[in-house]
Nanobody, 125 residues
């Protein structure tokens, strides 16, 4: 059974930090790029980061570049998203998604093969 489970969300003040964790099982983790997407109320889903299976490449949109850092530990089947300098506009549900490298990896991670259920991040004073 495939499982993708996010954790680490919560309430944080503007300027603060959070680290999200994505733990995966049930598929060959090393063959998959892993990404994070978010969706705020009334807005479209947005990709915020992705890391290739070999950690050779990462992706960040301009909205989070320099503030968010993605990393992975293939030995633990886990991906992390370190979020610093959080802003109110970062408030959203954050989803972890897995996309096979064969299927395009980070270039197509927004149509992922596997998804988590999401974790809420709220940035507010």
């Amino acid at each position: 059974e495939v499982q993708v489970v996010e954790s680490g969300g919560g309430l944080v003040q503007p300027g603060g930090s959070l680290r999200l964790t994505c733990a995966a099982s049930g598929f060959t983790f090393d063959d998959y790029a892993i990404g994070w997407l978010r969706q705020a109320p009334g807005k479209e889903r947005e990709g915020v980061s992705c890391i290739s299976s070999s950690e050779g490449s990462t992706y960040y949109p301009n909205s989070v570049k320099g503030r968010f850092t993605i990393s992975r530990d293939n030995a633990k089947n886990t991906v992390y998203l370190q979020m610093n300098g959080l802003k109110a506009e970062d408030t959203a549900i954050y989803y972890c998604a897995a996309r096979s490298e064969h299927g395009g990896g980070c270039t197509t991670f927004q149509i992922a093969d596997y998804w988590g259920k999401g974790v809420l991040v709220t940035v507010s004073s």
